[in-house]
């Protein structure tokens, strides 16, 4: 159950993390909701809804953002890191640029938000930490160079953490998605069928089930792709 507890997610404000936020205010947790330029995506406001507008760029960043979510809710219970962004192009076209924009907006936004937090859950000897390197951050396809390179990372370090922290009760999941059919598309120029896409509910759905860990297991990885897509 996530009644009451404290749930921080970044990338809130559309696709996965937004619909997540959602179920999880109608369950009566507290929602720290971060995400960029979400002036006129935030919901109306309820007493355990707090929207962050910030763009996670820094190890400051991800310090005040945790600094926020204990100041008005004094404890953090849940991390979602769902921010994330694509650019899917051949490798002879991508520049450093790409891969350097890539890193920030898959990994290192992630990285910032979970060494603040750190401290405070381990001190505390509980709590989740849920990664979304998607289906491309264990696997590859065409075109996925600089996108896959930061997922990678991003799979690396959640799994480095799981290592580092297995003699703690911090829960660690990695989340494979492949296909949901959100706004990561609209910046997309690559032809896909987005009607067999999972759609953005049945996503959080997912999420749901891995925030609902008992005290005797965790779920340490989660694979979630469309039917028709072949198996990895």
């Not at 809710?73 to 924009?101: M, N, R, W, Y």
């Not at 799981?162 to 120029?189: A, C, H, M, P």
Request: aromatic share 10%; charged share 20%; with cysteine.
């Amino acid at each position: 159950m996530v009644t009451d507890k404290v749930v921080l997610i970044t990338g809130a404000f559309s696709g996965i993390g937004k619909a997540i936020a959602e179920i999880m205010m109608q369950a009566q947790a507290k929602v720290v909701a971060v995400g960029r330029n979400g002036e006129n995506k935030v919901p109306s406001f309820r007493s355990n809804y707090l929207p962050v507008i910030r763009n996670i760029k820094s190890k400051e960043d991800g310090e005040a953002i945790v600094e926020f979510a204990l100041e008005k809710f004094k404890h953090i219970d849940i991390i979602l890191h769902c921010a994330g962004k694509g650019i899917l192009k051949p490798v002879t076209q991508l520049q450093s640029s790409d891969f350097e924009k890539m890193m920030q907006d898959n990994f290192f936004s992630a990285l910032h938000v979970t060494q603040a937090a750190l401290p405070h859950l381990i001190s505390r000897n509980q709590g989740m930490l849920i990664y979304f390197p998607g289906i491309l951050g264990k696997t590859t396809m065409p075109q996925s160079a600089a996108y896959s390179a930061s997922k990678y990372a991003l799979t690396g370090y959640a799994k480095s953490l799981k290592e580092d922290l297995k003699r703690t009760q911090l829960r660690i999941s990695t989340l494979y998605f492949g296909g949901v059919n959100s706004e990561f598309w609209n910046e997309i120029d690559l032809s896909v069928r987005k009607d067999q896409f999972i759609s953005v509910q049945e996503a959080a759905r997912a999420v749901w089930f891995v925030c609902q860990q008992n005290d005797n297991g965790v779920l340490s990885e989660l694979v979630l792709q469309p039917f028709s897509h072949q198996a990895i």
